[in-house]
């Protein structure tokens, strides 16, 4: 197994890695920081608070489980078919949801339960997406068309996947 292929293995790992700290520290975290959020970002927090506010940390890792289970059949889909289009475009949605964490950590100028994984995780990102352009992999315009298309199945699949979680944390209700 050559290197990159390697580092393209690791991608659903690295993605767990992230998603534990956020599986762990989230519902703490929304609790504790309900008041601020809803203080600062009034606008936003009236939209997207309650719906993170309902999902039990079961169902949030539900939806994670979900997404991992989805990032593993296309890495390891890609490298058995050596058709890499539909992995290149869950990676870029990935690493920009890397940057966006970075972000939100450096607006609100706190701890934001994703930072430190996103921290460590950038670096291999970078690392692999260099890498990428250095074997020319892809032309320019298929990393930005890809890169749209992952952000657009990523978008869909959240919609998917919190909803999933709704539905479990309501099963969970129902047979208690």
């Known amino acids: 197994m050559d290197t990159l292929t390697l580092l393209i293995c690791l991608f659903p790992i690295v ?34 608070l309650p719906r993170f506010e309902s999902l039990s ?8 489980a979900e997404e991992f289970v989805l990032l593993s059949f296309i890495t ?6 050596d058709n890499y289009y539909l992995w290149i475009a ?22 934001v339960p994703v930072i430190i994984t996103s921290l460590i ?3 291999y990102c970078i690392y692999l997406f260099v890498r990428i352009l250095e074997t020319n992999m892809f032309q320019v315009f298929e990393l930005v068309l890809w890169t749209f298309v992952g ?10 996947v919190h909803k999933l ?3 479990l944390d309501t099963w969970i209700k129902d047979n208690q």
Request: glycine share 4%; charged share 15%; no cysteine.
């Open 15 to 48: 993605f767990m890695f992230h998603d534990f700290e956020e599986i762990i520290f989230f519902k703490i975290w929304i609790n504790k920081n309900n008041a601020y959020l809803r203080e600062r970002f009034p606008r936003l927090s009236k939209r997207f």
């Open 57 to 64: 940390t079961s169902g949030f890792a539900l939806a994670v």
């Open 76 to 81: 390891y889909g890609s490298i058995y078919l």
């Open 90 to 111: 869950a990676f870029m949605a990935f690493s920009i949801h890397l940057i966006m964490h970075v972000v939100q950590w450096i607006i609100l100028r706190k701890y």
């Open 121 to 123: 995780s950038l670096p």
């Open 151 to 160: 952000l657009l199945i990523m978008g869909i699949n959240l919609l998917f």
């Open 165 to 167: 979680g709704e539905k």
